[in-house]
């Protein structure tokens, strides 16, 4: 299987803020459906960076349980509470560091609120790899 990760003319290129606008998969492949990771925590601290990046490491840790890696997602939905440029900043630099050069595309969407109170942020992930 091979994944082209696409910016056609016309199109904004959006690999600086840590996304691309599309990949294309050929091949047989299979499909992960990775439901969304949060990073509250009982022991704290439950700031947005660090509930951003433990909700990351526990993606990490999906995607590893069925023998995948970063560079295997190729879309990202990301849901974050009283979205700002500051925590935009935050989420930029997360994805490219994530995921390096095999960049996913991305949707973020600002939300009130998620599922429980003290949760600020959730990832969910489609990957693809051969079967």
């Known amino acids: 299987m091979t994944l082209t990760r696409l910016c056609p003319e016309g199109v904004a290129d959006s690999s600086p803020f840590g996304y691309i606008p599309s990949i294309r998969c050929d091949g047989p492949n299979r499909?992960?459906?990775?439901?969304g990771q949060i990073g509250?925590?009982?022991?704290g601290p439950n700031d947005f960076e660090s509930q951003m990046h433990r909700a990351f490491d526990r993606l990490e840790a999906v995607l590893a349980s069925e023998g995948l890696a970063p560079s295997d997602v190729v879309r990202i939905t990301l849901l974050v509470v009283d979205h700002d440029t500051?925590?935009?900043?935050?989420?930029?630099a997360k994805r490219k560091s994530f995921?390096?050069?095999s960049?996913?595309?991305?949707t973020l969407i600002p939300v009130p609120c998620l599922a429980l109170?003290?949760?600020?942020?959730e990832v969910d992930a489609i990957a693809v790899k051969e079967a």
């Open 103 to 106: 960049l996913p595309t991305s």
């Open 117 to 121: 109170p003290d949760m600020v942020f």
């Open 40 to 43: 509250t925590s009982p022991e």
């Open 99 to 101: 995921f390096g050069s």
């Open 86 to 92: 500051d925590k935009l900043g935050l989420i930029c």
């Open 31 to 35: 499909l992960w459906m990775i439901s």
